[in-house]
């Protein structure tokens, strides 16, 4: 099993930044990547980026190509989600979860997920 935990949520204006961090435990030697998916009210689960724990390799969507960085500390089994130039439609419950796959964007290839945390960008 692997367990994991977000954290760094908040209210934030359109145009600032946060920084949300997944902790990961248990057995996360049999992960291969992380990703960050994001939920809005009324809307399906959406892909927001992906990490790779060897070699740290990125995968983003288009929506947050250039604003949104995924890294990992992993001396520490955590992920980081640094999120810039923040958008009013960028509100949603992020949460991360972990693959023994690559960085697919869909969710049914990812085995453990967090319980997630809120975002909210006020304009």
């Known amino acids: 099993q692997v367990q994991l935990v977000e954290s760094g949520g908040g209210l934030v204006q359109a145009g600032g930044s946060l920084r949300l961090s997944c902790a990961a435990s248990g057995r996360t030697f049999y992960t291969y990547a992380m990703g960050w998916f994001r939920q809005a009210p009324g809307k399906e689960r959406e892909f927001v980026g992906a990490i790779t724990w060897i070699g740290g390799n990125t995968r983003y969507a288009d929506s947050v190509k250039g604003r949104f960085t995924i890294s990992l500390d992993n001396d520490k089994n955590t992920v980081y989600l640094q999120m810039n130039s923040l958008k009013p439609e960028d509100t949603a419950v992020y949460s991360c979860?972990?693959?023994?796959?690559?960085?697919?964007?869909?969710?049914?290839?990812?085995?453990?997920w967090g319980q997630g945390t809120r975002v909210t960008v006020s304009s």
């Open positions: 979860a972990a693959t023994s796959g690559y960085l697919s964007d869909s969710p049914a290839r990812y085995n453990y």
